[in-house]
């Protein structure tokens, strides 16, 4: 026997409604006005291990100077990339310098000035090792321009404005922090000049703009770095930066709402990021002499520049730059010696790629480069040369000989540094010779130094001293 019931759909639908509205009757009246208070869900451990991680507004790091450059940037540029700018070859474009400090913050730059280096560098760091070479080639197709100028006319409060002939990418200006202070560039340089090929078409490099500013020290030179600051423009023919402006404006307006997300908007102006200032000695010029230097210690002069692991940051920094590394200085902006020095080479390959990772292994594991040829010699006492003086025996009187070590394998390269372990001027030394078993005088030229390096051979002997006519210095 089956049971069937029949209820109506009105009578269903109250019954419903009652339950739900006796199910909440009960919420909120376990929760007093004393119960429940804001204060007290704050003071979980959850939020409390949330608020700890913050660092402290004291803390944050506050910039001395912001510069800002007027001109939009790209709206074809993705979320957490560098901005990129485009600019007109040849236009005028203002370059605002605003003083950024807290009040009290470095109080001795009050009523003072200060001098900004700006220099338009390459991007790539391709570009950047071929620097000197680069710029010798555009040099060289447009002779008496520049890459970068100052339009003194269109600045404001600018004083000493100059230029360095030897630098055509880079010129100077003091300032007063305290007054309004805009200075006008010009980039005369285009990004498909330094492209490889040039058959229509190719994408020009990018470049970079980068403020440096230095306070006065006390030797009254402008050398006490207080900031640097960078972005990423492109340049183009006259009124090309325009075209690409409106051409990336329209791509972007015909993506769609989910695409436009994953990109920045177009700014108005761009602020220049802080970065680390430019080392000026890395891309010096190949046509200058360098001069011979001596130190007491000889094997210093072939001990690579070592990373130690007591190095602060700062001091990681500065050897990051000297070793060529200056790509990677923002990149190890927070690591201290020992900090790099635990990277294995896997860990550097792939932080840095292949090339520049295994060369920073190298650097940081370097070991004394052994020399070409090693010679040493030993003066002879004042007894036999008179013309010698007496500091070269030790307190037994034994001879002590000094170890020259030869890399570049010349007669100059020996002459200078008998020059040095002799303490005569080296002007006054014309030819070495090395006196035979018979006592005949064999000049030391390059050949014969290399041939001595063939037979993996090592000088020992004597300096007997100086002739008084010939300035001729002879060891035995």
């Known amino acids: 026997m089956a049971w069937v019931l029949k209820i109506d759909d009105a009578t269903i639908e109250s019954g419903l409604v009652h339950d739900f509205d006796a199910s909440l009757s009960g919420i909120g009246q376990e929760l007093g006005a004393g119960a429940y208070s804001m204060s007290d869900v ?38 957490h990339e560098e901005t990129l700018t485009y600019l007109n070859q040849g236009q005028s474009y203002e370059v605002r310098m605003l003083d950024n400090r807290k009040p009290g913050e470095l109080p001795e730059l009050n009523n003072k000035m200060v001098k900004s280096i700006v220099r338009v560098v390459f991007h790539d760091r391709r570009l950047q090792y071929t ?6 080639g555009w040099k060289w197709n447009r002779p008496g321009d520049r890459l970068l100028d100052i339009d003194i006319p269109m600045s404001v409060g600018i004083v000493e404005p100059k230029t360095n002939p030897s630098q055509l990418n880079a010129a100077e200006f003091l300032w007063d922090i305290n007054k309004r202070a805009s200075v006008f560039v010009q980039v005369h340089c285009i990004s498909t000049e330094f492209t490889p090929r040039k058959h229509g078409g190719e994408k020009g490099v990018p470049f970079r703009i980068q403020i440096d500013t230095f306070a006065q020290g006390e030797c009254g030179e402008y050398t006490e770095h207080l900031h640097s600051a960078s972005c990423q423009i492109k ?8 075209r690409k402006q409106k051409t990336d404006r329209e791509k972007m307006e015909r993506r769609s709402t989910q695409e436009k997300e994953k990109y920045q908007p177009s700014y108005d102006t761009t602020v220049l990021s802080e970065c680390s200032p430019w080392p000026d000695t890395v891309y010096a010029s190949t046509n200058q002499a360098a001069t011979p230097t001596f130190t007491s210690t000889p094997l210093s002069t072939y001990t690579a520049s070592s990373l130690s692991s007591t190095a602060s940051i700062q001091e990681t920094q500065k050897w990051l730059l000297k070793n060529r590394f200056d790509s990677y200085t923002r990149l190890f902006s927070h690591f201290s010696g020992s900090d790099l020095l635990k990277l294995t080479r896997d860990d550097l390959v792939q932080i840095c790629g292949p090339a520049d990772g295994i060369r920073l292994f190298n650097a940081l594991k370097s070991r004394s480069v052994r020399p070409r040829l090693t010679v040493y010699v030993c003066r002879e006492s004042p007894q036999q040369s008179p013309l010698l003086e ?10 002590v000989y000094h170890a020259l070590y030869l890399e570049e394998l010349t007669a100059a390269e020996l002459i200078r540094k008998m020059a040095c372990v002799c303490s005569i001027p080296l002007g006054k030394i014309n030819q070495v010779y090395r006196q035979g078993p018979t006592g005949i005088h064999i000049l030391l030229s390059d050949q014969v130094l290399e041939w001595c390096f063939m037979l993996k051979m090592v000088f020992m002997g004597n300096i007997k001293g100086c002739y008084q006519r010939r300035n001729d210095l002879i060891f035995s």
Do not use: W
């Open 42 to 79: 704050l003071a979980l451990p959850i939020f409390k291990q949330e608020d700890s991680s913050l660092p402290p507004e004291s803390e944050t790091k506050n910039l001395p100077f912001q510069y800002v450059l007027c001109a939009a940037t790209s709206p074809a540029v993705k979320l």
């Open 131 to 136: 620097e000197h070479q680069q710029l010798e």
């Open 235 to 242: 340049v183009f023919k006259p009124k090309g930066a325009d």
């Open 390 to 399: 007496r500091h070269c025996s030790s307190e037994n009187g034994d001879d």
